[in-house]
Antibody, heavy 120, light 110 residues
Framework: QVQLQESGPGLVQPSETLSLTCSVS?????????WGWIRQPPGKGLEWIGT???????YHIPSLKSRVTISVDTSKNQFSLRLTSVTAADTAVYYC?????????????WGKGTTVTVSS | QTVVTQEPSFSVSPGGTVTLTCVLS?????????FSWYQQTPGQAPRTLMY???IRSSGVPDRFSGSSLGKKAALTITGAQADDECDYYC??????????FGGGTKLTVL
């Protein structure tokens, strides 16, 4: 049974870079799925950030495209999110998810989420 | 930019039936959109309920059902129970690797 676990700093300074990692266990990141990041600001709804495949093929939400980088490390069975020039608006719970992409297009396994606060 | 609209809140009586909707603001009514639904209780990660509009995820009871017509999808809960009280989100795959979530519906069972 595949499990995902987010990790990274819980506090990031404004204008700095947010870096999170999602570790995949119980399965291989090289299997036929995409892997994604979704966030949820306090008291608000879910926002899809982006997804990546084992080959490095990736997609991002257009509004964040200039600040976001998603990468994959198949040797570590992990994928990562990097968001530059953060502001308070980037404060959120960040979830990683496994994404079914080749038939039905949905997130089928979710991590528990990690809270990131942008504050000085 | 595509917006996906859901009712902000809905109320249903225990044992009753409720239908939550998810509507795309743009796109063609003839396009086959991939709608999925997620359930989230406070402080918890989302749980996948439904995908491809009407396929229940593993372990989801059959009192949850889904449908769609063009740019609108619906999630129906038949025989609502107290533990159905939570937030429900729809997501739509727009093509070209892009997903959009709806704003979510807070369901109250009382």
């Amino acid at each position: 049974q595949v499990q995902l676990q987010e990790s990274g700093p819980g506090l990031v300074q404004p204008s700095e870079t947010l870096s999170l990692t999602c570790s995949v266990s119980g399965g291989s990141i090289t299997s036929d799925y995409y892997w994604g990041w979704i966030r949820q600001p306090p008291g608000k709804g879910l926002e899809w950030i982006g997804t990546i495949y084992k080959t490095g093929d990736s997609y991002h939400i257009p509004s964040l495209k200039s600040r976001v980088t998603i990468s994959v490390d198949t040797s570590k069975n992990q994928f990562s999110l990097r968001l530059t020039s953060v502001t308070a608006a980037d404060t959120a719970v960040y979830y990683c998810a496994r994404v079914e992409y080749f038939y039905y297009y949905y997130m089928d396994v979710w991590g528990k989420g990690t809270t990131v606060t942008v504050s000085s | 930019q595509t917006v996906v609209t859901q009712e902000p809140s809905f109320s249903v009586s225990p044992g009753g039936t409720v239908t939550l909707t998810c509507v795309l603001s743009s796109g063609s009514v003839s396009t086959n959109y991939y709608f999925s639904w997620y359930q989230q209780t406070p402080g918890q990660a989302p749980r996948t309920l439904m995908y491809n509009t009407n396929i229940r995820s593993s372990g989801v009871p059959d009192r949850f059902s889904g449908s769609s017509l063009g740019k609108k999808a619906a999630l129906t809960i038949t025989g609502a129970q107290a533990d159905d009280e939570c937030d429900y989100y729809c997501a739509v795959y727009m093509g070209s690797g892009i997903w959009v979530f709806g704003g979510g519906t807070k369901l109250t069972v009382l």
